[in-house]
């Protein structure tokens, strides 16, 4: 399971750790074990980074401690480029097991205008990746996301904290729904305040 995180400018640098916060919040859901689900972590802003690689922590408290150390990238947010390494880091991953690749995103374009979505998006498919998606914030770049995932599944929260109490079940749909090219789209609408 590959997590994207937003570390662009769309996310106010005092308010990061935060979204680091509701990561380790997302990923306590999961159990975490080389035997189970490994995860890997690639923070985005205007360059893409493999910053906790597939499987490099093989518990929730190594991949927790990991979280701490993100780095914010910041600048106008790329998208294309953490997809295209969420490709690279897919190749590489053992055959036969799903391949899930969760991404946060906050308000805002996903990309440079004119930038094209489809091909990173068609290789991870070719993959057989499932693709899930929290969106949080005003002005998501819904075009955008259609492209990554179309339009289905949406849910709709203003905050963070009111989400909470859903943590579970979406984790559940992910697990249910992974390995079957299923795609879901999780919107959870928060005010940044």
Do not use: C, W
Not at 152 to 178: C, F, G, T, W
């Amino acid at each position: 399971m590959l997590f994207l995180l937003d570390s662009s400018s769309a996310v106010p640098k005092a308010n990061y750790g935060e979204e680091l916060s509701f990561l380790r919040k997302i990923i306590g859901q999961f159990e975490i074990s080389p035997r189970y689900v490994r995860a890997g972590i690639i923070p985005y802003g205007k360059t893409a980074e493999l910053a906790v690689p597939l499987g490099s922590r093989t518990t929730n408290e190594a991949i927790n401690q990991s979280i701490s150390s993100l780095p914010y990238i910041g600048g106008n947010k790329r998208i294309d480029r953490a997809l295209k390494l969420a490709y690279q880091t897919f190749s590489q991953a053992r055959p036969l097991v799903p391949k899930i690749l969760l991404i946060f995103t906050h308000g805002g374009q996903l990309t440079d205008p004119g930038t094209d979505l489809r091909p990173p998006v068609q290789a991870l498919r070719g993959q057989g990746v499932s693709v899930f998606v929290i969106a949080i914030g005003e002005g998501i770049d819904s075009s955008r996301l259609n492209q990554i995932v179309g339009g289905r599944n949406i849910i709709e929260d203003k905050s963070q904290e009111a989400l909470q109490p859903y943590l579970s079940s979406a984790a559940s749909y992910i697990r249910v729904n992974s390995g079957k090219n299923a795609t879901a789209v999780f919107f959870f609408l928060t005010s940044q305040s």
